[in-house]
């Protein structure tokens, strides 16, 4: 394939992370870039990194581009994971199209704590914010880190329950680490970079310089990472085409456990629980239920 | 608890650069320095396959047998790393030298586990391994966050071994530690080096880097500058 160079040299093999994101932000402003167009380019060569696909010199532009950015949003600490190379987690390699490179910020350390995914609807019932609200808390009092993806309702409530009850939240965005969305999240985003672990894969460049018609794919693109980085995901509440819906179907296709509130399964509108339970979901009534499924 | 921690390394060195650079206080945009992965301070959260892989590479020979075997495992599985990751002609380009240990070689924890590893690494090759360095007094370890000697006492301690540089002549030097902290260990060895021939090249490679926690690093950054007299 388009491999441009692969020397055997120490200080050329090396993985230099701000030309890795350079040559990670300059492959996705290629025509027709896709987590899977990405993803099948390093399959064919396990051992590439961005950077033998990219000259040097347009990797450090698309690089600048990005460092120049993150430095306006005001973001003095970051890191990147590279496929391949230092603390990126091999459990990542579990999605359908792995991730080649991902930027945070805050405690990486917080990865290799036991983690859980609750998401949901966006637009929660009353009983609904209830529900992950409380399986939030009780999560925390079993010290397991909470993940969710920073979107409003069952998300937010979520990431803002495990941080009052004292404990561990992890954000993985569908946006950059330079932009916030719904901007009201933009405050919790901060303290949860601040204090816990912001994720995105999304390249800041191309994302910067597309329509919200084609970032909107950022959104389910980041519920397979957020799958393969958990050992399960919970749902509390979804509608028929809920985003959340993207996450359940990866959890399973990457051997990880899923969880379906009972409640979903009482709403006789609603077919996806049924589905998902049939191909391996595991309905649940309550967090003891769930305890006990973590405890085996 | 102990576990083995991550049982291999990446394939590939990470370099320090801009990215990272900032939590090494000593390092300069001129040092070249490059590890597997990176250690975390502790904090009390996870405990990372990588921290646990360092806690039992530093394990102290006076511990318990039971903690040893561990550490044997450590240094096997960094030795194999190390094999893979960086090709025959460049490890035989380089001489390697084990930045030294804390300890002196007749205190009961003077601990060789660096060129014991490089040794490991690099049997049956034709590779320059040199203990250039060795302390004048036994000092405590630097580990973490805590940083409790100044560069300039531990230049002072700091002695280079002229028959050993005699011997041959260096070529290329990578200087090898197990955890890359501020960067003041590998500054020393590097400014004890230059007095003897200031124009060798001078890499390090380290098993990890120490990455701080976003919540001490302002703080730690502010006594280093308060410790060092910097803005």
Redesign the interface.
Same mark, same amino acid.
């Given at each position: 394939m388009d491999l441009i160079s692969q020397a055997?040299?120490? =200080?050329s093999?090396?993985?230099?992370?701000?030309?890795e994101?350079g040559a990670y932000e300059a492959l996705w402003c290629q025509e027709g870039a896709s987590f899977k167009t990405l993803a099948a380019k390093f399959r064919a060569q396990p051992?590439a990194?961005p950077s033998d696909f990219v000259a040097p010199a347009e990797a450090e532009r698309y690089g600048r581009a990005a460092?120049d950015a993150i430095r306006e949003a005001g973001i003095r600490?970051?890191?990147?994971r590279?496929q391949?190379?230092? =603390?990126?987690p091999a459990r990542l390699l579990d999605a359908e199209h792995p991730v080649t490179l991902l930027y945070f910020?805050?405690?990486?350390?917080?990865?290799?704590?036991r983690c859980v995914a609750i998401v949901g609807t966006r637009r929660p019932s009353e009983e609904g914010m209830r529900r992950a609200a409380k399986l939030a808390r009780h999560f925390v009092q079993d010290n397991f880190t909470v993940v969710s993806g920073l979107a409003q309702g069952i998300d937010t409530i979520a990431h803002t329950t495990a941080i009052e009850a004292g404990g561990?939240t992890v954000a993985v965005l569908g946006t950059p680490i330079t932009t916030s969305y719904p901007p009201e999240n933009a405050e919790l985003q901060r303290r949860i970079?601040?204090?816990f672990l912001v994720i995105s894969q999304v390249p800041i460049v191309r994302y910067s310089r597309q329509h919200w018609t084609g970032n909107r794919l950022f959104f389910p693109a980041r519920n397979a990472t957020m799958s393969a980085l958990t050992e399960a995901t919970v749902i509390v509440e979804a509608g028929n085409t809920s985003g959340t819906l993207i996450q359940a179907r990866h959890a399973l296709q990457q051997g990880r456990r899923l969880f379906i509130l009972d409640s979903c399964f009482q709403n006789p509108e609603l077919r996806w629980p049924h589905k998902f339970l049939e191909r391996g979901a595991v309905r649940v009534k309550d967090y003891d239920e769930l305890r006990a499924h973590f405890a085996t | 608890m102990t576990s083995s921690g991550r049982t291999s390394l990446p394939s590939r060195l990470t370099a320090i650069d801009e990215t990272t650079r900032g939590d090494h206080y000593y390092l300069a945009e001129a040092d070249r320095c490059f590890c597997f992965g990176e250690y975390f301070a502790d904090q009390g959260w996870g405990h990372s396959p990588t921290n646990q892989l360092i806690f039992n590479y530093k394990c102290k020979p006076t511990e318990k047998s039971a903690r040893l075997r561990w550490k044997e495992q450590a240094i096997a599985t960094i030795a194999a790393g190390l094999k893979a990751a960086i090709a025959r002609q460049e490890v035989e380009r380089h001489t390697w030298v084990p930045i030294p240990s804390s300890k002196l070689p007749d205190h009961p924890e003077y601990d060789d586990r660096i060129v014991k590893t490089l040794r490991r690494a690099f049997a049956g090759y034709d590779v320059d391994i040199r203990e250039l360095f060795r302390q004048s007094a036994s000092t405590d370890a630097d580990h973490g966050s805590s940083s409790r000697m100044t560069p300039e006492s531990l230049l002072e301690l700091l002695i280079v071994d002229h028959d050993a540089w005699d011997r041959a002549p260096p070529r290329p030097i990578i200087l090898f530690d197990d955890v890359l902290t501020t960067g003041k260990h590998f500054k020393a060895c590097e400014r004890r080096l230059r007095e003897i021939d200031p124009a060798i090249a001078i890499a390090g490679v380290f098993v990890a880097r120490r990455a701080l926690p976003r919540r001490i690093d302002d703080f730690e950054t502010a006594a280093l500058r308060s410790k060092a007299g910097r803005p």
């Open positions: 055997a040299d120490l =200080e093999r090396a993985v230099r992370p701000a030309r994101l051992d990194i460092l600490h970051f890191g990147v590279v391949g190379a230092g =603390e990126y910020q805050g405690n990486w350390d917080i990865t290799s704590t561990r970079a601040d204090e | -």
